[in-house]
């Protein structure tokens, strides 16, 4: 299974990228991923808006459910690659790969002709989420 969409160059667009990750997983009845996904997604679809989108263009988000796991992309057109950086404990940016890395089981960057691809992998629960009372 998987779902994808565009997102334009704007802040609102981050907000937009999580509820789309959320009713996904919702859909999927995988909600124990919820939290972590929605966290991750905001982190590198904020990374895309402030260094990988140029003006004018888009965004977009994939998520693609698969045996045992679910794959988290975020595509952008923008040149150069990020790098993971360890901050200083008094920056006040530059954790959110850093973040991203750790909440995932796996993650990777994949350069394009235009653009790249940040992509993270999470398990999923190995037991059914009892439903709601």
Request: proline residues 8%.
């Amino acid at each position: 299974m998987s779902q994808q969409q565009r997102f334009p160059r704007r802040r609102a667009s981050v907000g937009a990228s999580r509820d789309f990750v959320t009713s996904t997983l919702l859909k999927w009845e995988l909600r124990p991923l919820v939290q972590d996904i929605k966290l991750c997604v905001s982190e590198l679809a904020t990374n895309a808006l402030l260094h990988g989108v140029p003006p004018g263009r888009e965004f977009s988000v994939g998520i693609h459910r698969g045996e045992g796991l679910v794959r988290l992309e975020v595509r952008d057109s923008g040149p150069g690659l990020p790098v993971v950086r360890q901050p200083d404990n008094d920056a006040c940016s530059g954790r959110g790969l850093h973040l991203v890395r750790e909440l995932a089981d796996d993650f990777g960057i994949d350069d394009h002709v235009v653009g790249k691809t940040v992509w993270l992998v999470f398990k999923t629960p190995t037991t059914p989420e009892p439903a709601p009372s």
